[in-house]
Every structure is written in structure tokens, then in C-alpha cells.
């Protein structure tokens, strides 16, 4: 069978470098929001932007032509090793990095020690390095992008940490992700120098290149662990998840954890770079990482239920549900990748939406402790139903993306791993169902405490934060059909690799 | 053009709860009443239409859903269903009175909530595409959860609710693997349940599907040991939620529909099996019942008991059977459901449906009395109910294939009409001992238009069986043929 890669360049399709204005609207957008940052016109600058990219966005997704197997509306200029170009699965998570940071540009918070226009130009950047670490086909690029965006994380985080726990968890999440890029930027190093080899000293880092001469043996091994381990620290997946739960309570609320988690660059680096480039480690290894992630939707599903702080459980609910993820990937199966892909973009959406009510909440109160939160349901009803919604949408129920995603990767699940393993990972969803709803059972339907702070109502702009999370859930849990469409024939390109 | 009177029907509750959010807020609870009429009139349209003689499925409707995964909109009724299309509409509009005074705060909200519940359970009834009907079956849980977790009876209805929803959404896995693994069987993928029905599937295969939804309706129907959930929901929620979830028993239905058809070999290899969870349910919710002195526990007891009839009897695989546990899955829809929401009056009066705060509540409610001891004699089977062609026609079967199990049964039953008479003594008759009982007021005319209408219905059909359970036999026979006997 053909697995070679292939690709159609933009002129075929397009009258305009689309991707490059995708690259550009944020860089440039977060130069100009910097640049107008003492003026009030910065925060709907930035806000238009956001707004913008999206709009972009959906117009790329209608030029290309989901049922070809082919990367699309390529570019490449070769002296900067300039290669990207998109398929229907790296476009659904470019949809999501754009809606999410137009929901943070909604949500806007920051403590008085950061501008809002410093922090939208910081948000701007950080969507400029997720869209580039989401376009490119060349792993140095994509280790550039991913550092831009880690900076801009790191930045703000710095901007936030006020007392010394807060700049103690910064400081642990400054030595994962650093570690974890070095991991990864190793693992490139291994494949350039692995073609330098193979083609008389010439270096590349682009994915065409490596494709034709994959590394053998134990090298191949050495890649894969080390862009494995890369990604694994930054999606996070047990039991590399250590810098999450801290960052998630001490860091800045919702949007660092929605920078970092919202869009699950790490499971997207798996499909795109990992499994092409060392398919035989990856088929040998399977098993281990499959086991791994098993262990780790319950390990991380248990310590969610010890947790008191709502922050702390939410991290904790997303290494577990990344492990279902990460199955999905590993099934190496069509519909195993294709419910990956949407349970991804499923997941990241519903537990951004948590994050930012989480942060309203903690707007109301100043505390995201369980047993300091009581009643909230009465004074703040739509914001207590939409958490329950992405809360839904995370274990799957019908009618959020997340059911048809994760059928399809039970469905592939039980191809492959047979029936045990496939009801262990369906109980994960139970048990992830379990904490959050004992968290919206102590936060919001409790008796309100006697002495617990009146809170005020819900404000409009809450109302269309939460209101576009919560809609786009349903949308595209009753409408899934699209989204199947789009993203069917790329998880086929990818899962032909690994045919029994 | 024909109406798409099916999708009319399941849609019509939600299109009433967004226009809730539309209007003035206290024209609510007429608009909800308002709609539940209309929907009742559409169910019983579809009863008068519905020819039981015709083809197996009518009102067919089906549009292509979700193309990627081959899964249908897919609706219709047969003779299995059609009647509980009525009977849950009815339901509804019982709950809706019941819970009339009692919503002061958030009526809209708990209102759409209801809506929903009653769109999804409509959904449940029609649903012939097993994916669409596990969406609807998945459906019911968010409204309960919220209706039993903010507007429960007592203080720890919340850690019931979410331990309800737990159980059920655990319960749901196994229906889907069953569900996944009945589609995988096919040359191509489907979950078109005719399709499935029609299918050959290998003993082995049978086995899994069989025992998976029997796991995964199990839970729902409930067979011991899996029942825990119903006495603790049934003390914690309001009157007017355990009469829907109690009355309307979608467990058993799915049973019926989906479990026993859908691997007719592996049913009947282990016809021991249903048999035995049957019988089990029939002798633990009897002996159950005489322990318990809250009306509405000992009630979710009695109901543990009859579906566990329901079930032995289905075991027999005929005709009659089928025809029997469906006449009498109907009868509780109306006389289960219906003492739930007479309870529920109670509950309102005297703040309590416990014994001990009881006593003599027959001298001051002698209607509410008398309507709750037609709708309990309705429960234990009275000849001259509706329940007793259903419960005659189970018992017959049964004597014929598991004659052991049939004795028991009918040992059990008159067990548990002793545990009812002997709770309805101890709370109706006897002196007034409690303020809240002497000062209690007996039925007010909305009530009571709900009472006369259970009773119509419970005599009715008792004295006068013929029409009904001619919808259900056609079916009822091509389901036994199905089977292959």
C-alpha cells in the first residue's frame, strides 16, 4: 500500500497564501495590540483579531477538499525551510486554538499587575505559536513555535505569581516543559542527523524529507521516546503530568490552563510527526503506552476525587481524560485517530468552558476551595448548567461531541484490544463523571452555607462566554456528521501506515 | 403529505420548553399544561390510527442522521409501544398537576427540565435505531439528576441524584458495547434494528449481546441485586419524579424490545436465567415491602415485585406472555404511576408519607384514600383492574414453562397484597392522632379531575380488557414468532 505522504500546493486551490495570512494574523495582530497597549482601542483591537483568525479560518476549512488524503494548500519556501500546509484533522484543531483564544479575549482577566493590552498581545502571540506549532510540517519549526508559545505562557504566569507558592508552581512548570522540549528537540536532532546520514550531510528537519528514509533499528527507538516523552510532558499524560495540578491552582486562572491544555498540541505532534516517522517503534511499543494510559485514566480519576480545590480537580480530570485520548491515538486504527482528533477538540473546548466559569466563580468569591463554595446554583444558574454541560460533554453523553468520538474510539478499541480493556477505558468516562459531579454537587446544588458571601448574578458577558462554549457543544454534538467528514479521510492517510 | 406525526409527538414537549424561556413567566404552568394536552390528544391520535392488524411498524419515519457512522433517525410504533405513547403523555400531565403549588423558585427551568424528561421517554418508545435509542435512553438523566438533585423531597437528594445518574451512565456501557458489537456483526455496519432483528448472528455472539443488555436494562428494570438505587430514589424524590420513572418501566421495555428479540437463542438457552432474576425480584420485593413504613418505599418495593412478574413470565417466550407483560408493564404506567401522585397530594399535606406521621388519613381524605386504594388493589392485581388480564395472562405462562417459579410467583403476590393492605391500614385507618392529619384537606378539584381520570382508566380497562389487548397481540404473536417457536 502507498503511505507516502503527499500534498496539493496552494496555487491549485487558492488564489492566496491563506496559511501564511493564518501564520501572520496573530503575529502581526500582537504587534499592533502591543503597540496600542496604553490605549483604550487595544482591547477591542485584540478582541477583532481573535475574531478575525476565526473568520479566516473558516473560510480555509471551506477551500480544501476534506476527502482527499492529501496535505493541502501547501507552501513552502526553502530558505527559511518554510513547509506547511493543513488536512481536515490539524484544521479542526486550528478551529479550536482560534475560538478558544477568541473566548479568552472575551474572558479577559488579569490581576492589576498585567494591562489588558499586554495581555492580549501576549494571548495574540501565544495563538501565533499554537497556529504555527498546528501548520507546519517541519519538526525544528514546530519546536520553535512550541517554545514562542510556552514563553508567552511563562510571561504571564510571571506577570501573576504574587506570593511563593504561586511563584514555586511557576517554577516547577518552567522545569517540566523545559525538559520536556529538550526531550523533544533531542528526538529531532536524532531524525536530522539520521537524514544528514543518509543523504551525504545535508540536514532536514522537513516531515517529506524524513518520511523517505526513516531512521532503523535502535535509532528509531530513541526518536520515538524522545519526541514521545517530548509531547507526553507538554499534553500532559500520566505520569508526566506533575506541573499541571500546581499551574492549574497557583497559575493564572483559565487562561494559562486553557493555553496549555485547551488545544492538545501534544496528542496532535502523536498523529502528525510521531507515528509517520517511527512507525515500527511506535506498532512495537504500543502495548506499554496503551497500558500506561489505562492505568492513568484511573490513577489521575482517583486523585480527582481526593481533590478540595475545583482547580486541582479539573487538572486532575484532564490527565485522565488525555489517557482516553492517547488510546484513541494508539489503536492506530482509522476511527480510533478520527475519535481521537474530535474527542480532543471535544475536550479541550468542555474543560476550557469549566476553566472559565471556574474563573468567574473564583471572580465572585476569591476561592475555588469545595468546602468554601456552597449553593451557587441559586444565584448563578446558567453558569452552574453550562459547567454541568462541558462537564457532560467531557463524559461523553449524547448529544455533545464527545459521544460520537468516544464510540469511535471504543469501536476501535474493542478491534483491536478486545472487550476488557475497552469497558476498563468506558469506565474511566464513569468515574470522570463521578468527581465532576460531586464537584457541581458541592459547589453549586449544596445548601448554601450560612455566612457564604452573596454573590452577584450572572453578567452578559459571562452569558456569551459560557453561551458559546455551551452551543458549540451542542451544535456539533447533534450535527457530528461534518465534522466526520472532515476529519475521515486524514485519520485514514495516517492509520494505513499501521495496517494488520 | 403525511404528518410526521411521531417526530411531532417526541419534539412537541421540547418546542414547549423553549417557548417557556419566550413567554411571561407566570403563564408557565398553563403553557405546560397547555402543551402536555396537545400532546396527549397527538398520542391518542396515533392510537386511533394505529392499525394493530397492519404492518409491524408504523408511522415510519427515517432520515439519515450521522452518514459517517450509518446511524439513522429512526422512528416508528408497532403494537409493543403504541399504547405507552398515551400512558406516558397521561403521566406527565399527572406529574405536572402533582408538582402544580409545589414549585415556588425556577419554575421555567424545572418545568423544561420535565419537558425534556418526557421528550426523551417518548423518544425511548419510538426510537427503532439502537444508537438513536441510546441517545434518548442517555437523555433521561440529565433531567432527573437536576430534578431530584435541586428540587428533591429531602437534604441528601443531591448524593442520590448523582449516585442515580453514576449507576445508570454505568449502565449505559454495556448497552452501547452491546449495541457496537451488534452493528460490528452485520457486513456493513448498521444500527437499523429491523436489520438487526432479520439477522442471523452466531450463538456465541447472541450470548454477548444477550447478557450485555440484560446487564444494561437490568439496572434500570431493576433485578436484584441491582435495585438499590429505587427505594433511596423513591424516598428522596418528589411523588411526581418516581411516579414517571417508576410507572413508565422503559427497563422492562427495552427487555422486550431490544434484549430478548435481538438474541432469541441465547434467551432462550438461558431462559433459566431470566427466570430466576424474575422470580428473585418477585420474592425480594414482596418480602421487602413488609419491612418498610414509608408508603413510598414500600411502593417502589411493590413495583421491584411486579416487573419481576413481568419478567418471569416473558421467560415463557410465547405470545401470551408478551402480550400479558405488556398489558401489565401499561396497567403500573397508570396505577403505580398513579398512586406515586396521589402520594404525592399526601406528601404536600402532611409533609410526610411515613406511617408513624400518618394514621385515620382516610377521616379527613376520604377521596385521596379511596383513589389510593384502587390504584394499590390495581398494583397487587384485583380481579376487575387493569392489571389483572396482564397478571392472568403472565401467570398462565408461567405455570406452563417454569411451574416451580409460577407457584412462587403467586405465593409472592399474595404476599404482597398483604404488605399493601397492612401498610394502607396502618395509614389511613385508625384514629387521628397527628394535628396534621385532622387538619388536612381533602382533594381540591384540580386533584381530584386527576383521580377520576386513573380510575376511569384502572376500571375501565379491568372490566373491560378486550380492545387493549387486541392492539398488543398481533404484535405480540409476530414477537414469539420471531423467537422461532
Redesign the interface.
Known amino acids: 500500500m502507498n503511505t507516502a505522504l503527499t500534498e496539493i500546493f496552494w496555487t491549485q486551490q487558492s488564489s492566496l497564501p491563506l496559511l501564511l495570512l493564518v501564520q501572520l494574523l496573530p503575529l502581526c495582530g500582537a504587534a499592533l495590540v502591543f503597540a496600542l497597549r496604553q490605549r483604550s482601542t487595544a482591547v477591542l483591537a485584540g478582541k477583532c483579531l481573535a475574531l478575525a483568525e476565526l473568520l479566516l479560518l473558516v473560510y480555509v476549512v471551506g477551500r480544501i477538499d476534506p476527502t482527499l488524503p492529501a496535505l493541502q494548500l501547501a507552501e513552502r519556501f526553502a530558505p527559511l525551510a518554510w513547509h506547511v500546509a493543513v488536512d481536515g484533522i490539524s484544521l479542526v484543531f486550528l478551529l479550536l486554538a482560534a475560538l478558544l483564544t477568541l473566548l479568552m479575549t472575551l474572558y479577559g482577566m488579569s490581576r492589576s499587575r498585567i494591562s489588558p493590552g499586554l495581555l492580549f498581545s501576549v494571548l495574540l502571540l501565544a495563538e501565533g505559536g499554537l497556529v504555527g506549532m498546528l501548520l507546519t510540517l517541519n519538526l525544528a519549526w514546530f519546536a520553535a513555535f512550541s517554545a514562542l508559545e510556552l514563553w508567552a505562557v511563562v510571561f504571564l504566569l510571571r506577570h501573576w505569581a504574587a506570593s511563593r507558592v504561586e511563584t514555586q508552581a511557576l517554577a516547577r512548570f518552567v522545569q517540566y516543559q523545559a525538559f520536556g522540549w529538550a526531550l523533544f528537540a533531542a528526538g529531532c536532532v536524532v531524525l536530522g542527523w539520521g537524514h544528514a546520514e543518509a543523504h551525504a550531510g545535508r540536514w532536514s528537519f522537513d516531515l517529506f524529507d524524513l518520511q523517505q528514509t526513516l531512521p532503523v533499528g535502535k535509532f528509531q527507538t530513541a526518536a520515538f521516546y524522545l519526541l514521545f516523552y517530548g509531547l507526553a510532558v507538554r499534553t500532559p499524560l500520566f505520569p508526566l503530568h506533575g506541573w499541571l495540578p500546581n499551574m492549574a491552582q497557583h497559575g493564572l486562572i483559565a487562561v494559562a490552563p486553557a493555553l496549555m491544555v485547551g488545544v492538545k498540541v501534544g496528542i496532535y505532534g502523536m498523529l502528525r510527526f510521531v507515528l509517520p516517522l517511527t512507525p515500527t517503534a511506535v506498532a512495537y511499543w504500543q502495548p506499554y503506552v496503551v497500558g500506561f494510559a489505562m492505568a492513568g485514566i484511573f490513577f489521575t480519576a482517583a486523585l480527582a476525587f481526593q481533590q478540595s480545590d475545583l482547580r486541582r480537580l479539573l487538572a486532575f480530570a484532564v490527565v485522565s481524560h488525555t489517557s482516553l485520548l492517547v488510546i484513541g491515538v494508539f489503536s492506530l486504527h482509522e476511527s480510533g485517530i478520527q475519535g481521537a482528533v474530535l474527542l480532543a477538540a471535544n475536550f479541550g473546548l468542555a474543560v476550557t468552558g469549566m476553566w472559565f466559569i471556574v474563573g468567574f466563580v473564583f471572580r465572585r468569591t476569591g476561592t475555588t476551595e469545595l468546602h468554601e463554595l456552597s449553593g451557587l446554583?441559586?444565584r448563578i444558574?446558567f453558569l452552574a448548567i453550562a459547567f454541568?454541560g462541558c462537564g457532560?460533554a467531557i463524559?461523553g453523553?449524547?448529544?455533545t461531541p464527545g459521544?460520537?468520538a468516544a464510540?469511535?474510539v471504543?469501536?476501535a478499541a474493542?478491534?483491536n484490544f478486545g472487550?476488557l480493556p475497552?469497558?476498563a477505558a468506558?469506565?474511566g468516562?464513569?468515574a470522570a463523571?463521578?468527581f465532576l459531579?460531586?464537584a457541581f454537587?458541592r459547589a453549586f446544588?449544596?445548601?448554601r452555607q450560612a455566612g457564604a458571601v452573596e454573590v452577584e448574578h450572572t453578567q452578559p458577558m459571562e452569558y456569551v462566554v459560557c453561551g458559546i462554549a455551551l452551543l458549540a457543544l451542542l451544535v456539533i454534538g447533534f450535527f457530528?456528521?461534518p465534522w466526520?467528514?472532515l476529519t475521515?479521510a486524514a485519520s485514514q492517510a495516517i492509520a494505513t501506515r499501521f495496517v494488520r | 403529505m403525511k404528518l410526521p406525526l411521531l417526530s411531532l409527538l417526541i419534539f412537541l414537549p421540547l418546542a414547549t420548553a423553549a417557548l417557556l424561556w419566550l413567554l411571561p413567566a407566570r403563564l408557565t404552568r398553563h403553557l405546560v399544561a397547555a402543551g402536555m394536552l396537545l400532546n396527549l390528544l397527538l398520542a391518542t391520535w396515533i392510537l386511533f390510527v394505529f392499525v394493530p392488524t397492519g404492518e409491524p411498524f408504523q408511522f415510519v419515519e427515517r432520515a439519515v442522521?450521522?452518514?459517517?457512522?450509518n446511524v439513522q433517525y429512526f422512528v416508528a410504533v408497532d403494537g409493543l409501544s403504541v399504547l405507552f405513547l398515551p400512558a406516558t403523555t397521561l403521566l406527565f400531565l399527572g406529574s405536572l398537576v402533582a408538582s402544580w403549588n409545589s414549585i415556588e423558585?425556577?419554575r421555567r427551568?424545572h418545568y423544561s427540565l420535565l419537558l425534556m424528561l418526557q421528550s426523551a421517554t417518548l423518544g425511548i418508545f419510538c426510537a427503532l435505531d439502537t444508537l438513536l435509542f441510546?441517545?434518548f435512553w442517555?437523555?433521561t438523566?440529565?433531567p432527573i439528576?437536576f430534578l431530584l438533585?435541586?428540587w428533591g423531597a429531602t437534604?441528601d437528594a443531591?448524593?442520590v441524584a448523582?449516585r442515580y445518574?453514576?449507576i445508570m451512565?454505568?449502565g449505559g456501557?454495556p448497552l452501547?458495547?452491546a449495541f457496537?458489537?451488534l452493528a460490528?456483526s452485520q457486513p456493513a455496519p448498521t444500527f437499523d434494528l429491523s436489520l438487526l432483528l432479520a439477522a442471523d448472528l452466531p450463538r456465541s455472539t447472541q450470548y454477548?449481546v444477550f447478557l450485555l443488555l440484560l446487564l444494561g436494562f437490568g439496572l434500570k428494570v431493576p433485578f436484584v441485586p441491582l435495585h438499590t438505587w429505587l427505594p433511596q430514589f423513591a424516598l428522596a424524590a418528589p411523588g411526581s419524579l418516581t411516579a414517571l420513572l417508576v410507572g413508565l418501566k422503559i427497563g422492562a421495555f427495552g427487555l422486550v424490545r431490544f434484549t430478548i428479540p435481538l438474541a432469541p437463542l441465547a434467551a432462550q438457552d438461558l431462559h433459566w436465567l431470566l427466570a430466576g432474576l424474575g422470580t428473585l425480584a418477585l420474592l425480594y420485593g414482596a418480602v421487602g415491602m413488609l419491612a418498610q413504613s414509608n408508603l413510598r418505599v414500600g411502593l417502589a418495593y411493590a413495583s421491584i415485585c411486579h416487573v419481576g412478574l413481568a419478567v418471569l413470565g416473558l421467560s415463557a417466550f410465547t405470545a401470551q406472555a408478551a402480550q400479558g407483560a405488556i398489558s401489565l408493564l401499561l396497567s403500573f404506567a397508570v396505577a403505580t404511576g398513579g398512586a406515586f401522585i396521589l402520594l404525592e397530594f399526601l406528601r404536600q399535606r402532611i409533609g410526610s408519607t411515613d406511617i408513624n406521621s400518618l394514621g385515620g388519613a382516610a377521616k379527613t381524605m376520604p377521596l385521596l384514600a379511596s383513589g389510593f386504594l384502587i390504584c394499590g388493589l390495581a398494583g397487587v392485581g384485583m380481579p376487575g383492574t387493569s392489571s389483572f388480564p396482564g397478571e392472568f395472562m403472565l401467570i398462565i405462562a408461567t405455570l406452563h414453562s417454569h411451574t416451580g417459579a409460577g407457584l412462587a410467583a403467586l405465593f409472592a403476590l399474595s404476599i404482597a397484597a398483604g404488605g399493601f393492605l397492612s401498610l394502607y391500614r396502618k395509614a389511613f385507618f385508625g384514629q387521628v392522632t397527628r394535628p396534621e392529619v385532622a387538619q388536612a384537606e381533602d382533594l381540591r378539584p384540580r386533584e381530584w379531575l386527576v383521580l377520576v381520570a386513573l380510575i376511569a382508566m384502572v376500571a375501565g380497562i379491568g372490566i373491560y380488557p378486550g380492545p387493549w389487548i387486541e392492539i398488543v397481540r398481533p404484535a405480540a404473536e409476530a414477537w414469539a414468532a420471531g423467537l422461532g417457536r
Do not use: C, K
Open positions: 446554583f441559586e444558574p454541568l457532560l463524559v453523553m449524547p448529544g459521544f460520537d464510540h469511535l471504543l469501536e474493542i478491534d472487550a475497552t469497558v468506558a469506565l468516562n464513569v463523571a463521578g459531579l460531586w454537587q446544588l449544596s445548601q457530528a456528521e466526520l467528514h475521515e | 442522521w450521522i452518514a459517517g457512522l423558585e425556577n427551568l441510546f441517545v442517555e437523555a438523566l440529565l439528576y438533585g435541586r437534604v443531591g448524593r448523582a445518574f453514576l451512565l454505568a456501557i452501547l458495547l457496537i458489537l460490528a454477548a
